[in-house]
């Protein structure tokens, strides 16, 4: 089975914007930011995908990506 990977990190160099501006602008804390961020979570609330998207002005798939198993 394969798996989903976070892209956060790729959104965030694109769109110019620090750990800390986003976790203070989604209104999460800094660590679990960065563990988001760092893909060392297992799951995410829609509800703080919904606010990482607004803050980004992207979509989720832009975030979000299913990698296959070889």
């Known amino acids: 089975m394969g798996k989903i ?3 956060l990190d790729r959104m965030m ?3 110019k914007i620090s750990l ?7 209104g999460i804390s800094n660590v679990n930011l960065s563990k988001i ?3 060392k979570v297992t799951a995410i ?5 919904a606010a990482i998207c607004e803050v980004l002005e ?10 296959r198993d070889e």
């Not at 992207?58 to 990698?67: S, V």
């Open 37 to 39: 961020k760092n893909n």
């Open 58 to 67: 992207c979509d989720a798939g832009d975030i979000l990506e299913y990698q």
């Open 5 to 7: 990977v976070l892209r």
């Open 13 to 15: 160099v694109e769109k």
């Open 45 to 49: 609330r829609f509800s703080t995908l």
């Open 20 to 26: 800390n501006e986003l976790a203070e602008r989604v």
